[in-house]
């Protein structure tokens, strides 16, 4: 595994790790490498420092104090993600693993039709696209604690 610091089109930086140098060209060649702040799939590799750790109380700042652009940017991603997440759990069925059958229900008419929520796998989704199942895949974050 090897960790790269990458930047987007509209100067964005961030991090992705990948399996090694050229699973970096594959994936940013076919449009799969995505920016977490503004979604543009034009990316490419930043110039890396030499990674030094740091303490835990200085996260989210840069080395001299002040606050850090991309700690806020990635806070304020986090933000949205979450609240989208909050919206579909309240206003959607959780049909677990059973997505694309419910789906599939909704779609040819067998049950009343209502937005839903749950598991897919990446075989399951390719087969709903192909019968023309309008869905949307959504990044979920782990729920916290805190």
Known sequence: ???????????HVFEAWFKD???????????????????????TKAPMAPRLARRRAGEGRSSNGTPDPEAEHIAAAKQV????????????????????????????????????YGEATDMEAG??????????RLPRLPKSDA
């Open 1 to 11: 595994m090897i960790l790269f610091d990458l930047k987007c089109a509209k100067d």
């Open 21 to 43: 140098g050229d699973s970096f060209t594959v994936q940013s060649k076919t449009g799969k490498i995505l920016c977490p702040v503004c979604a543009t799939r034009d990316i």
């Open 81 to 116: 993600i979450e609240a989208l997440q909050h919206k579909v759990e309240e206003n959607c069925d959780y049909v677990g693993e059973n997505f694309a059958e419910e789906a599939r229900k909704i779609h040819y008419g067998e049950v009343e039709k209502r937005g839903i």
């Open 127 to 136: 087969d709903l696209e192909d019968e023309g199942i309008e869905f949307h």
